[in-house]
């Protein structure tokens, strides 16, 4: 499941024995979206405005998104030269957490993988040193569903199928308002 509680509250209301895995997308999805929020601080913080088209760090906004083992030379050459600053500290500290977490979701030894993101768990929880905000709070987060999240190394279950489906039938209903036949919209669904 994601993140929200009420499905977990739910679930475990409905099915007090059944265990509640939390999606590795979604923590992912997380991680980079506290990512995101502590580059547009230190971008405000630093340049008084919001990201514009020549700021490094709105340039870099999207190779810092990019999974670590994918970055290219040039994508590589450009985090180095934003990380170069001392006012982007907070962004590379926030940028370190969110690419071990990618790692211990991609290792392949299951024992591996869960010990790595416990202790990502683990350091976000203590001793963070302050400015850093959004690890904090992701810190918080992490730290309280820590059971559901690190459950997906035993169970390895997924939600991912589910969102694939429902992303392209949302997809069909946006794009189904101009059909005129009800037969062929739920056939459409069905395929």
Same mark, same amino acid.
């Given at each position: 499941?994601?993140?929200?509680?009420?499905?977990?509250?739910?679930?475990?209301?409905?099915?007090?024995?059944?265990?509640?895995?939390?999606?590795?997308?979604?923590?992912?999805?997380?991680?980079?979206?506290?990512?995101?929020?502590?580059?547009q601080? $230190?971008?405000?913080?630093?340049?008084?405005?919001?990201?514009?088209?020549?700021?490094?760090?709105?340039? #870099?906004?999207?190779?810092?998104?990019?999974?670590?083992?994918?970055?290219?030379?040039?994508?590589?050459?450009?985090?180095?030269a /934003?990380?170069?600053?001392?006012?982007? $500290?907070? /962004?590379? $500290?926030?940028?370190?957490?969110?690419q071990?977490?990618?790692? #211990?979701?991609?290792?392949?030894?299951?024992?591996?993988?869960?010990?790595?993101?416990?202790? /990502?768990?683990?350091?976000?929880?203590?001793?963070?040193?302050?400015?850093?905000?959004?690890?904090?709070?992701l810190?918080?987060?992490?730290?309280?569903?820590? $059971?559901?999240?690190?459950?997906?190394?035993?169970?390895?279950?997924?939600?991912?199928?589910?969102?694939?489906?429902?992303?392209?039938?949302?997809?069909l209903?946006?794009?189904?308002?101009?059909?005129?036949?009800?037969?062929?919209?739920?056939?459409?669904?069905?395929?």
């Amino acid at each position: 499941m994601d993140g929200f509680g009420g499905y977990k509250n739910a679930a475990t209301d409905a099915l007090p024995d059944a265990v509640t895995v939390m999606d590795p997308f979604h923590v992912v999805a997380l991680a980079g979206h506290k990512l995101d929020l502590c580059r547009q601080r $230190v971008q405000q913080d630093t340049l008084g405005h919001r990201g514009r088209t020549g700021d490094p760090l709105y340039r #870099a906004r999207r190779t810092l998104r990019t999974r670590l083992g994918l970055l290219t030379d040039r994508q590589r050459t450009r985090l180095e030269a /934003v990380f170069a600053a001392d006012e982007h $500290v907070a /962004v590379e $500290v926030t940028w370190w957490a969110y690419q071990q977490i990618i790692a #211990a979701y991609a290792d392949q030894d299951r024992r591996r993988g869960k010990a790595l993101l416990s202790g /990502v768990i683990d350091r976000l929880r203590t001793g963070l040193p302050p400015g850093l905000d959004e690890l904090t709070t992701l810190g918080r987060t992490l730290h309280r569903r820590r $059971v559901d999240i690190l459950a997906y190394f035993s169970h390895r279950a997924s939600n991912g199928p589910t969102e694939a489906i429902n992303g392209r039938l949302e997809a069909l209903r946006r794009n189904a308002m101009g059909f005129r036949n009800l037969i062929n919209y739920r056939i459409r669904s069905l395929l």
